[in-house]
């Protein structure tokens, strides 16, 4: 069993920066893919971007790829998602998740999730 637990999320200004942490437990964490995703009210769930395991190469959704970053510890089961020039629209929950098997953009494809982490981007 994988658990994920995510924090840093808070009220941001517009055009501000914000770091978010996905810390993951378990005795049998061996993940693929470490991946991000968020939702916002009334829309679907939205992937980000992924790091794969296995040599930490990166990508990243059109809409975020340059704002941006996903990192992680090198060594702890910690993920990053920095975020840069935020805007009123990247307000949301903000979700890691995980997969043994699949490195995907399909939400359905990941069998642990986060509790998730709120984001809000106002002036």
């Known amino acids: 069993q994988v658990q994920l637990a995510e924090s840093g999320g808070k009220l941001v200004q517009i055009g501000g920066s914000l770091r978010l942490s996905c810390e993951a437990s378990?005795?049998?964490?061996?993940?693929?893919?470490m991946s991000w995703f968020r939702q916002a009210p009334g829309k679907e769930r939205e992937f980000l971007g992924y790091?794969?395991?296995?040599?930490?190469?990166?990508y990243y959704a059109d809409s975020v790829e340059g704002r941006f970053t996903i990192s992680r510890h090198n060594t702890e089961n910690t993920v990053y998602l920095q975020m840069n020039s935020l805007k009123p629209e990247d307000t949301a929950v903000y979700y890691c998740?995980?997969?043994?098997?699949?490195?995907?953009?399909?939400?359905?494809?990941?069998?642990?999730w986060g509790q998730g982490t709120q984001v809000t981007v106002s002036s």
């Open positions: 790091i794969r395991w296995f040599d930490g190469a990166t």
């Open positions: 998740a995980t997969s043994s098997r699949f490195i995907s953009p399909m939400a359905a494809k990941y069998e642990y």
């Open positions: 378990g005795r049998t964490f061996r993940p693929a893919a």
